[in-house]
């Protein structure tokens, strides 16, 4: 820019209007800050649940492994940081480090219980190896059918998907081997661990206590607040194991409003993010006159330069602009706004706040909308949102427009309703009387080359100075362009003396098609509108959909097109992918578990973790949109990962003759602490995405709220679902081994 200002005249002024760059770089700096305040969350979690610094430190040191090696793998597959794969990193920051902490708990509680740290180590790691390892892999698999997916989206979340398994499939590696030799050489064992469980912690040294100062009173304070939270948990635990039908019951419950919700919830898309930027499109009525176009256009530029919020503006009309847009009486805005930590509204506020006014000024459509983060197919139209009409016969489909926008305008929850059919624009036929003209010598070539001279304009010459070049323009003078019967005026040289147009040709004044749009091979028109605020998508497409098809006549065809067909296309792909995902999930523990049935029980959580995301989006007035779709399927492996640490230990403990009852119970309470522990930290690691901070944190916010509002209410239920589910399956598991016919080997066997 330096170099250019330098070269240009010093009547030129050359400055940046907008550059999306700044945008980009705000939201990469914010989302650093929100990696960094996750970190210090998870940190944080580790600390108040174990209260000793190298056993914060050890688990914590798997966070930049984990990263750095998914840095080096994205490098080799071309990857960028950009906000997807950014977005990946932070959530996967309350994932890398709970495999660490579930191995560092684990050893950790032989070292409680009197082991040195290496040989707790040896032991603590050889007992949750194989859960960390069926942990990290259905965790893992969760994301595999979104590799899949197909599409612009398919595009979108594939590199998403590849960096969080990546760093899932790291942090486990770094897991069972990093975490177990870091707790072998520097975990030391607790000093004071007995006095925080004596007498329920309310007889404490003195001595003890002024040593160790604050760190020691927050050790104390925090372990008895744990142990009351145990012995709750214990209790209630109890209650559930005796009314096991009340807990099945209450879970068939939650399954139940779990369907009706995903039915209820409003469904969206690609959310809008606020770029700075408003996207306008102005139209006024056809056969409109260039000069009233920019009259009406210098009218709408001004009422937004009268707003604070906006920095700059281009105002184009006519020329390539209105071709991109579909006809001459077409004009395009591009408002550049202050950035968003300097305003007090939104993009979707600002519009909504200038629509009134817009409203107000005569011979001008004004339509604004905030402009799509992402455009996905369709045309360059008025409104974000498309469908499109075709039909060989054009009166036929002329009028289904026509009838279709008109109940369309109705259906609530839209706006700036428009169409791209405009075939009322004046027009002057000139037929060329050619028997006529070839007797007097001119040929059509002539006449349409003449009208090309007088109403073009023609470039007939350059002038050339030192430091720039003017075109010289051929036109007839401005007064005769705007009246047709200066047509009578254009004489035209033959073989004799020049004769007018009157002569040669009859002109006749009528109104027909602007322009004729095709899609396809055939006729084609567009019904474009908008989402008033707080519309659902899903729901607004739906309506669309039910008036087309009962309006549509034998020989008109519609679809929606672009972002519409592409929103119509991915919510049953979604649908399809949320169940896919859950089925890889049952395989890959099934053959981990070399069961039918465990899995099953591992999975009886997903219901309430769904309810509990579809839940959150209703109570925060947000629609379920591909952002919170991603959310949901990554509570699929969340929401297993508590109930494996639950049935691995009570498998263990089966093998060792204990009840399935009692197998359970014991490991519901000895993985307590994990379990909330790695909630904790995946929770804390969603609630910045959550909070929505930073630029476009709106778009991210439904993901962060999805895995929030799923954790909180499926912790409160798989705490009592999983150990009442698993003996029951139990029970189902003794029944068909009695119903199943006994070989002769183990007939052998069993006499032997």
Known sequence: ???????????????????????????????????????????????????????????????????????????????????????????????????AIVMLENIYRHVEMGEDPLSASLIGSREIGFTIVSMTLSLAAVFIPVLFMGGVLGRLFREFSVTICVAILISGIVSVTLTPMLCSRFL????????????????????????????????????????????????????????????????????????????????????????????????????????????????????????????????TIGGSAANNLGGPNLGQIVVTLKPRDERNQSVSQIIESLRPQMDALPGMRVFMQNPPTIRIGGQVSKSPYQYTMQSADNQQLYATVRAVQKQIESVPGIQDVTSDLEITSPQVNVVIDRDKAAALGVTASQIENSFYDAYGPRWVSTIYAPVNEYKVLLELAPQFQADPGALSMLYFKGSGPAVPLDTLASVRQQVGPQTVNHYGQLTAATISFGLAPGAALGSVLGDV???????????????????????????????????????VVYIVLGILYESYIH???????????????????????????????VGMIMLIGIVEK???????????????????????????????????????????????????????????????????????????????????????????????QTRRPVSDSEAIATVD
Request: glycine fraction near 8%.
């Open 188 to 315: 030391k064992r607790p000093k004071h661990r007995h006095a925080a469980h004596d007498a329920d912690g309310h007889s404490l040294p003195g001595g003890e206590m002024e040593r160790a100062g604050f760190i020691y009173r927050l050790e104390v304070v925090s372990e008895r607040y744990f142990q009351a939270m145990l012995r709750g948990y214990e209790r209630t635990l109890q209650v559930a194991m005796r009314h096991r039908g009340v807990t099945i019951t209450a879970a068939a419950l939650v399954l139940v409003l779990t369907v009706v919700l995903f039915v209820v919830v409003p469904k969206g898309f690609i959310p809008d993010q606020d770029t700075d930027q408003i996207a306008v499109t102005t139209e006024a009525a056809q056969g409109t006159s260039y000069d009233n176009l920019v009259r009406y256009q210098r009218q709408v530029s001004d009422v937004f330069r009268r707003n604070g919020n906006v920095v700059a503006l281009v105002s």
């Open 545 to 583: 959909k039910q008036i087309a098809d009962a309006a549509l006549p034998d020989g008109v065809s519609g679809q929606f097109v672009g972002a519409a067909e592409a929103f119509t296309g991915a919510l049953s792909n979604l649908a399809i992918l949320l169940v896919i995902a859950v089925l």
């Open 599 to 629: 899995p099953l029980t591992i999975l009886s959580g997903l219901p309430s973790a769904a309810f509990g995301a579809l839940i959150t989006l209703l109570l925060f007035h947000m629609d379920l949109n591909i952002y919170a779709f």
């Open 642 to 736: 508590n109930a494996i640490m639950q049935i691995d230990f009570a498998l263990e403990a089966e093998r060792r003759g204990m009840s399935s009852e009692e197998a359970i119970y014991q490991g519901c309470l000895i993985r307590f602490r994990p379990i909330m522990m790695t909630t904790m930290a995946a929770l804390l690691g969603a609630v910045p995405i959550a909070v929505g901070y930073g630029a476009g944190g709106e778009a991210r916010q439904p993901l962060g709220l999805v895995v929030v509002g799923g954790l909180l209410f499926s912790q409160l239920v798989t705490l009592y679902l999983t150990p009442v589910v698993f003996t029951y399956m139990a029970q189902l598991q003794r029944w068909l």
């Open 1 to 99: 820019m330096p170099q250019f200002r330098a070269e240009l005249p010093t009547s030129v002024h050359m400055d940046v209007l907008y550059d999306r760059s700044d945008t980009i770089r705000e939201s990469y700096r914010d989302v650093q800050f929100t990696m960094a305040m996750t970190l210090a969350l998870v940190i944080m979690v580790i600390f108040v649940f174990l209260r000793n610094v190298w056993a914060t430190v050890i688990p914590s040191l798997a966070l930049p492994f984990s990263i750095i090696g998914t840095f080096a793998v994205m490098y080799l597959l071309g990857y960028s940081l950009d906000n997807l794969s950014m977005m990946a990193l932070i959530l996967s920051v309350g994932f890398v480090v709970d495999d």
